[in-house]
């Protein structure tokens, strides 16, 4: 089993920052990936960016450039770094841990954390 915590969310000012931490604890496989996600309330959950164990990304549209995904593997952490922030980001953003290999892999979701961005 994998549990993941989120941190870090809260109230920011539009054009503040925030950055998001998610702690992974468990049986934790060599070949993951570790995204970010959000979903406001009424709609889809909405893909950010992920990041493999040897430090690759990728993101969903639009989200490069003021969202950037890193980790320590050390510590089996991952970040969500958020700048420029606008208030139509406000919403809880959760954590999402795969491992892919054996497949077909495992996904494990946190609790989320909530950051509302006021105008």
């Known amino acids: 089993q994998v549990q993941l915590v989120e941190s870090g969310g809260g109230l920011v000012q539009a054009g503040g920052a925030l950055r998001l931490s998610c702690v992974v604890s468990?049986?934790?496989?060599?070949?993951?990936?570790m995204g970010w996600w959000r979903q406001v309330p009424g709609n889809e959950r909405e893909f950010i960016g992920a990041?493999?164990?040897?430090?690759?990304?990728n993101y969903g549209d639009s989200m490069e450039g003021r969202f950037t995904v890193s980790r320590d593997n050390a510590k089996n952490t991952a970040y969500l770094q958020m700048n420029s922030l606008k208030p139509e980001d406000t919403a809880v953003y959760y954590c999402r841990y795969s491992d892919y290999d054996p497949p077909p892999g495992k996904d494990y979701w946190g609790k989320g954390t909530l950051v509302t961005v006021s105008s």
């Open positions: 990041i493999v164990q040897n430090g690759l990304t």
């Open positions: 468990g049986v934790i496989l060599p070949k993951n990936a």
